[in-house]
């Protein structure tokens, strides 16, 4: 009997020696292919698509010209349907100057998604970062103009521009340039039915009517007596100026 359980046993360690090496050879499962969200930020004035240093009728019966319009948007994520976020963009800079700043891409896994969030302005971190330590393609790098050295501070948005008056004929000039850690706007859009498959893009348009900045229907900004603002010399305006610009975006 002892002659036949040798061999028998030899086979069998080659089997199981076959057997574990054939299981790491195996190949791991690929893992599922991203899809890609893009975020399109259409910037208006009322129906008008906003273009630099064009005169626009508001409602004060004055003609609006837009000179400089930058924002900041940050942690931009998509929401699950079980309430938790998926990062897209950690920061990006609205620069009207640059049409292809108003587009904010990012891969995240294929599924679906009930809406989306993010800030207008930084958070704590990111505003309180050295724009040294970035590269100057960056959006936060000194090389953008959106930081006050002599503040430390990012400025979140810049709305500068003229309004005239065919009636007086004059002309009023506006600078508005927020920045504070208490300014930062949080948006969100819930309810959407996003669905991303893999390798695919979808794109969601967001309008900002910034004539919505000035004749905001809870706070209108008459710029013949409120026309500028660094923050620090008047954090008040800094204020509306922000959560105006929040009542801005809609869908």
Same mark, same amino acid.
């Given at each position: 009997m002892k002659k036949y359980l040798l061999p028998f046993l030899l086979v069998l360690g080659l089997i199981s020696v076959l057997g574990i090496s054939a299981c790491k050879d195996?190949?791991?499962?690929?893992?599922?292919?991203p899809a890609t969200i893009q975020v399109d930020f259409v910037v208006k004035w009322?129906?008008? &698509?906003l273009a630099l240093e064009q005169y626009y009728p508001a409602p004060d019966g004055r003609n609006y010209a837009i000179q400089v319009f930058k924002c900041f948007i940050s942690n931009l994520s998509l929401v699950r349907p079980d309430d938790s976020t998926t990062l897209v963009k950690d920061v990006a800079l609205i620069d009207l100057y640059y049409t292809s700043s108003q587009s904010i891409a990012g891969n995240v896994a294929a599924g679906t998604y009930t809406g989306i969030k993010f800030s207008l302005g930084l958070d704590s971190i990111q &505003?309180?970062?050295d724009p040294s330590d970035y590269p100057v393609e960056h959006p936060l790098s000194s090389v953008t103009g959106m930081y006050w050295s002599w503040f430390t501070n990012y400025i979140f948005a810049k709305i500068e521009g003229i309004a005239d008056s065919t009636n007086a004929d004059t002309i009023n000039p506006f600078?508005?340039?927020?920045?504070?850690?208490?300014l930062r706007q949080d948006v969100e859009f819930s309810g959407l039915n996003i669905v991303l498959a893999e390798k695919e893009t979808e794109t969601l348009t967001l309008i900002i009517d910034l004539q919505e900045v000035f004749f905001s229907t809870a706070d209108p900004i008459d710029v013949t007596v409120d026309d500028f603002t660094h923050t620090t010399d008047d954090p008040v305006l800094a204020g509306r100026v922000m959560r105006n610009l929040k009542a801005a975006i809609r869908r």
């Open positions: 195996e190949p791991e499962p690929p893992l599922p292919d009322g129906n008008n &698509n &505003n309180h970062g600078l508005f340039h927020p920045g504070l850690d208490s």
